[in-house]
């Protein structure tokens, strides 16, 4: 509808344009032929001059400027009644002397002026196009201007187009955020400031203006701010620290003033600035030297925040999940003073999500959500939220009548490692993937350090063919260094598998993921956990992600030498290692085959019945079950 009026304008331009030259030409002409209605006839010059010498003409009419005559004459051959004719001559420019014949042979002339009204015409047909697509553009631009995101946004960017959003209830309480007890506490104290200031400032304490929250996403920042605003009664404003950040120098900024200013007429309320990084990353950094449209919003930020007093009843929560990379001043007594931090919730909290999100579904009395917790060790809030629905959701079309085991089974699949597809033919690649699949597993069986196997599938999900999963056992806490190995032989199993089942030519792209846990877990070995032959060396911080507001230039902080010592003892630990995994394939190579042909055919083992086959032919170690208590 918007498009389709531009459309015809467009359309109508070329129209216009060949209308006006038609009409032109015919104001040109229509000069002369209202000058003699009946002079059709064309007569040469020759033939003119030849008729005036044997006396034939009567009379001449100059048009033109002298260009064009009409004559009046004797016909010798008459065709129609009438000897009186008219003839139309075209005559050459230089004839002056054609006068001085007229004036000596007595012939009557007169010379015509050139039309004038015409003259008008062309005139206004030469002005008529330009207005008309003046006009036109001007429509267009206007109606551009009024659809959202048009070119015309660039008369009005950053203007009243307030990017943040109010709420004035949020009707989210305290208890819809379960699991982070620690940043609860914290953050009760936000409320009373926010509900009774007078108690804070009665005794003179300053009231914090800023409490910016720490964790990785859907831990329930987001959540946590409106059970704020909930707690309190106060309205909720929210904006994404993106937002900020616009194409047009300047816009941050007045979009900060713009947010500020509607915050101060709703005071008391709360503010809170989603993904902060994006506009508050360290100044004068990354490649260039920064960005100066970033810098000017955040000190903008920074000046409105010192502009207005504590107990104004404005509370600004912020919301990153790198506090490493945020600008230092921000930091400072009086902005965001208070630091809180939201973990992934530990099985505890994990049981008590689940309880909230439980509250509206329902589930079968089998249902142990006891056990779910169990089941999902770094799940953080959203990701069981979304797992209660995921479930609730395959429940309504299995037509259940609640929630039952197989369904959260199904759920917890989805949710790690995405869709389910449909299983593969049996085929050469079936099996292919089977080995790998079994590969996997039969090394975390037999390892005694890595996890139990809890069921090899060849069921797709997501990007993977197949699937091995291991049951966890997060609340352990620390990981030993035989672990780690554990952990990279397992992971090198598939291709092992691969490689000695189906010889050096045949290896395939599938093991492409492992190899990158692969490499991740050995460097980390030798450069940040010193279980390498270089010794107790950490050389490397926390984050390997280049961070471009920084680290990129102070990247390596250990010599060349160093460097390609890392480089030989990260070779080292995964040549060993695969090393070993080719080995147990060998020497399991009957066992193998046996779980694959059982694998192909029912498609899923799983782990209790994997370990009891495995059991007929070798032994398989005793692993401590770490059952932590709630
Ligand atoms: P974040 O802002 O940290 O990325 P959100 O607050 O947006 O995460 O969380 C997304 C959703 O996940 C919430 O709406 C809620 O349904 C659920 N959720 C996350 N954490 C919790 C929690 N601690 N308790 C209850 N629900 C949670
Ligand atoms: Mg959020
Ligand atoms: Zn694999």
Redesign the pocket.
Known sequence: MKSSWKVVVLWMLPALLIGFFLWQGAFSSSAMDTGRNAASTRMSYGRFLEYLDSGRVTSVDLYEGGRTAIVEGIDPEPVLGSQVQHWRVDLPSNAPELIAKLKESNISFASHPMRNDGAIWGLLGNLVFPVLLIAGLFFLFRRSSNIPGGPGQAMNFGKSRARFMMEAKTGIKFD?????EEAKEELQEVVTFLKQPERFSAVGARIPKGVLLV??????????AKAIAGEAGVPFFSISGSEFVEMFVGVGASRVRDLFKKAKENAPCLVFI?EIDAVGRMRGTGIGGGNDEREQTLNQLLTEMDGFEGNTGIIIIA?TNRADVLDSALMRPGRFDRQVT?DA?DLK?RLE?LQ??ARNKKLSDEVSLEAIARRTPGF???D??NLLNEAAILTARRRKEGITMPEIDDAVDRVVAGMEGTPLVDSKTKRLIAYHEVGHAIVGTLLKDHDPVQKVTLIPRGQAKGLTWFTPNEEQGLTSRSQLKARITAALGGRAAEEVIFGDAEVTTGAGGDLQQVAGMARQMVTRLGMSDLGPLSLEGQSSEVFLGRDLMTRSDYSEEIASRVDTQVRAIVGKCYEDAKQIMRDHRTVIDRLVDLLVEKETIDGEEFRQIVAEYTVVPEKEEYVPQI
């Open positions: 819809d955020v379960a699991g982070i964790g990785p996403p859907g831990t329930g920042k987001t959540l946590l989603d919301a939201v919730p909290g999500i909230v999100h953080t809030g959203a069981l939220a």
